[in-house]
C-alpha cells in the first residue's frame, strides 16, 4: 500500500489518498501512515479541507481478513487501537474533512467515512458495516448518531451493504454522483471559502451534542472486538467468508 498527501496550488486543499492492491485493504502499515499524515494536516494551519480517497475504482474493502488472522494478541490490539485513534483524530480535525468514495466503503472503511464531515459517493458506491456476516462485533457509535437507534440495529445485525442512493436517502452519506472528481473538487473549493476560524469552533459544537468529543464507548468497542476476535463466531466467520461458503454459526452467548 501507498499512502500520499497533496495540496492544492494555495495549499488549502489537502488529499489524503491510500492505494494498494484490490480490493484496497486497511492493514496495519496502512493505517500507520494515514494516521502519520493526519496529523501532519491538522499541523499546517494552511490547510482548510481534507479529501481522503482510495482507489478510482474502490474506497476500501475494509480490513484484510488474511492478515488479521494471523496476528497475534499483541499486534491485533495494536492495529485496533491504531485504527480507533485514527477514526478519532480525523473526526477531531478542526477544518473540514470529506470522504470520496468509489465501489466499495466496507467495514473499518465505513467507520473512516463516517469519522468525515461529509461523504461525496460515487453513483457505484456500497456502503455499509458487515462485520456480524463473519461473526464480528459491528462498531456502532458512528452509525447510531447518523441514522438512529432502530435503523442502526437493522442495518448492523445485518451486516447490510447499502447502494449510495439508499445510503443517501438515510442521511449517511452527503451527495451522489456521476462526476466523482469533478463534484469533489467543486466541493473542496466550495469548503475551503469557509471561514476557517469559526468553522472549527461551530465544528466542536456539533460533536460536542452527539459525544464526538470524547467517544466514551471507544475502549469497549475495542474490548469488545478483541474479545470477537478470539471467540467462536469470528473463527467461523472468517473461515467462511475466505472459503466462499455461508457460515454456519453454532456458539452461545457470552456469560454476563
Same mark, same amino acid.
Given at each position: 500500500?501507498?499512502?500520499?498527501?497533496?495540496?492544492?496550488?494555495?495549499?488549502?486543499?489537502?488529499?489524503?489518498?491510500?492505494?494498494?492492491?484490490?480490493?484496497? &485493504?486497511?492493514?496495519? +502499515?496502512?493505517? +500507520? !501512515?494515514?494516521?502519520? =499524515?493526519?496529523?501532519?494536516?491538522?499541523?499546517?494551519?494552511? &490547510?482548510?479541507?481534507?479529501?481522503?480517497?482510495?482507489?478510482?475504482?474502490?474506497?476500501?474493502?475494509?480490513?484484510?481478513?488474511?492478515?488479521?488472522?494471523?496476528?497475534?494478541?499483541?499486534?491485533?490490539?495494536?492495529?485496533?487501537?491504531? +485504527?480507533?485513534?485514527?477514526?478519532?483524530?480525523?473526526?477531531?480535525?478542526?477544518?473540514?474533512?470529506?470522504?470520496?468514495?468509489?465501489?466499495?466503503?466496507?467495514?473499518?472503511?465505513?467507520?473512516?467515512?463516517?469519522?468525515?464531515?461529509?461523504?461525496?459517493?460515487?453513483?457505484?458506491?456500497?456502503?455499509?458495516?458487515?462485520?456480524?456476516?463473519?461473526?464480528?462485533? !459491528?462498531?456502532?457509535?458512528?452509525?447510531? !448518531?447518523?441514522?438512529?437507534?432502530?435503523?442502526?440495529?437493522?442495518?448492523?445485525?445485518?451486516?447490510?451493504?447499502? !447502494?449510495?442512493?439508499?445510503?443517501?436517502?438515510?442521511?449517511?452519506?452527503?451527495?451522489?454522483?456521476?462526476?466523482?472528481?469533478? +463534484?469533489?473538487?467543486?466541493?473542496?473549493?466550495?469548503?475551503?471559502?469557509?471561514?476557517?476560524?469559526?468553522?472549527?469552533?461551530?465544528?466542536?459544537?456539533?460533536?460536542?451534542?452527539?459525544?464526538?468529543?470524547?467517544?466514551?464507548?471507544?475502549?469497549?468497542?475495542?474490548?469488545?472486538?478483541?474479545?470477537?476476535?478470539?471467540?467462536?463466531?469470528?473463527?467461523?466467520?472468517?473461515?467462511?467468508?475466505?472459503?466462499? =461458503? =455461508?457460515?454456519?454459526?453454532?456458539?452461545?452467548?457470552?456469560?454476563?
Amino acid at each position: 500500500m501507498t499512502v500520499s498527501l497533496d495540496r492544492s496550488d494555495d495549499g488549502r486543499v489537502a488529499t489524503l489518498r491510500f492505494v494498494g492492491p484490490h480490493p484496497n &485493504v486497511l492493514d496495519l +502499515e496502512t493505517l +500507520e !501512515a494515514m494516521l502519520a =499524515r493526519v496529523r501532519e494536516v491538522e499541523a499546517d494551519r494552511t &490547510v482548510r479541507v481534507l479529501l481522503i480517497t482510495g482507489t478510482p475504482t474502490v474506497f476500501s474493502g475494509g480490513a484484510d481478513l488474511t492478515s488479521l488472522g494471523a496476528l497475534d494478541d499483541d499486534a491485533y490490539r495494536h492495529y485496533i487501537a491504531t +485504527e480507533y485513534r485514527l477514526f478519532a483524530e480525523v473526526e477531531a480535525l478542526p477544518l473540514v474533512t470529506v470522504a470520496v468514495i468509489a465501489g466499495p466503503c466496507v467495514g473499518n472503511a465505513t467507520e473512516l467515512a463516517l469519522a468525515c464531515d461529509f461523504r461525496i459517493c460515487a453513483t457505484d458506491a456500497r456502503i455499509g458495516l458487515p462485520e456480524m456476516r463473519v461473526g464480528f462485533v !459491528a462498531p456502532a457509535q458512528r452509525l447510531t !448518531a447518523f441514522v438512529g437507534i432502530g435503523r442502526a440495529k437493522e442495518l448492523l445485525y445485518g451486516g447490510k451493504l447499502l !447502494a449510495a442512493s439508499d445510503a443517501l436517502d438515510l442521511g449517511l452519506v452527503t451527495t451522489v454522483t456521476d462526476d466523482l472528481e469533478g +463534484e469533489s473538487a467543486r466541493a473542496a473549493q466550495k469548503y475551503a471559502a469557509y471561514p476557517p476560524f469559526a468553522l472549527a469552533f461551530t465544528k466542536q459544537g456539533v460533536h460536542r451534542c452527539y459525544g464526538a468529543d470524547d467517544r466514551r464507548f471507544d475502549h469497549a468497542e475495542q474490548d469488545a472486538a478483541f474479545a470477537t476476535f478470539r471467540g467462536p463466531d469470528f473463527a467461523e466467520g472468517a473461515a467462511a467468508a475466505l472459503e466462499g =461458503r =455461508r457460515a454456519v454459526f453454532t456458539s452461545q452467548r457470552p456469560t454476563s
